[in-house]
């Protein structure tokens, strides 16, 4: 991969239509779970192993069809998240490595996927800015039904969202290769959410 790579149309619209649905229905769906780069954003998470793909199947089937599309062949462990960005959200620059809270050593993933769920048309920010260190490596303004996959180990933010009544809505997927140690570390399947009532 040459830093990223874009499939635009990734899906039938009608499944965009559905995936929304489910996850603003969710109940896990709350305040972010994620660390504090993830300023004024929404969303849970998921952590699975490959091995685990029937328990996700049986507990979130909307997912699957991303999955069946984003997912790696190499790559064994996985944090999967849904994050929405509304008016005055924002990402700081940070490098995935959301795992480490299991397996403290842990590289950066592979590969990072992120499907645009739903993107007003009117978007004013929300862009995705990639950084291989000092360097600008990407600005890709988010257009819906697109499915980015980028290099796991660049610095990457998303710019405020500033338009009024905006809601920005992606599905995340960090995608690990981890050795058999690494991946005894890491929980089979678990959930991740500050849902108060589940």
Known sequence: MSYYRVLSNAFPPQYLSELRGQIMACRYFAVNNLNRDFVGTKGFSVVFQRSSLDEMSRCFPFFIPYLRVALQPTCNAFYLNPLLLQTGSRVDPHIDRS????????????????????????????????????????????????????????????????????????????????????????????????????
Request: aromatic share 4%; glycine share 4%.
């Open 99 to 198: 795992l480490r809270s299991y397996c403290k050593a842990i590289e950066p993933p592979a590969t990072v996927s992120v499907l645009y769920v739903q993107v007003p048309s009117a978007l004013n920010g929300g862009e995705l800015v990639l950084r291989d260190r000092k360097h600008q490596v990407g600005c890709i303004r988010p257009q819906p039904n697109t499915l980015l996959h980028f290099q796991g180990d660049l610095t990457h933010s998303v710019k405020e969202v500033k338009s009024p009544q905006a809601s920005r809505l992606s599905l995340v997927c960090e995608q690990y290769s981890l050795t058999t140690d690494e991946l005894q570390e890491i929980p089979e399947f678990t959930i991740e959410t500050r849902a108060i009532r589940v």
